[in-house]
């Protein structure tokens, strides 16, 4: 039996012309990220779409693919930054992802309130405006996070993913993920008390 070709060695079937020779790439690795796709999304259909879209920037961007590191190392990060997109596109508004009960309870416990207000969240209307003031300051505090710790914050609270899950999504070490967090965490209470907004809990660790 003839000995596989190396990755390098297909790339540069592709380079010189040799179209065909990308399939090879493609039974190699397609597997691997559908299931790395399917980890992060949760959803067949998107994990299929999010795999196909990186094997077409794939194949496109050979070109400016310089070998620093293996081939799969590369696709690999493809692969992860379209199911970070894909996920950006489930929510075409950052701030109606916040404005839910949810966001709530994440940045101040059960029990958050607005200050000036004055009403119990449980009385009505009073508290229901209340309850939507405090929505609406969740999502603005959300978008003065850093890049970085919200979209950290996001794949743990909104899409469900464990700690491995998102340090394999960005690539980063589990520990820093977890530091992440807290840091996310800790500054969305503080610009939410900043804005008038507290917990009755008095732990706000």
Known sequence: M???PSDAAIVERVRDGDRDAFALLVRRY???AYRLALRVLRD?????DAVQEALLKAYRSLGSFEGRSAFYTWFYR??????????RRRRSDRNVEWQDERGVELALGAQGRVVASGSDASDAPEGRAARS????????????LPEDARR?????ELDGLEYAEIAEVLGIPKGTVMSRLHYARKRLRELLLQAGVESDSADLR
């Open 152 to 156: 950290t914050l996001q794949l743990r």
């Open 44 to 48: 067949e259909e998107q994990a299929r």
């Open 133 to 144: 003031q405090v929505q609406r300051l969740v999502a603005d505090a959300m978008q003065q």
């Open 2 to 4: 003839s000995e596989e």
């Open 78 to 87: 493809l692969v992860k930054n379209q199911c970070i997109d894909q996920m």
């Open 30 to 32: 397609q597997g691997r």
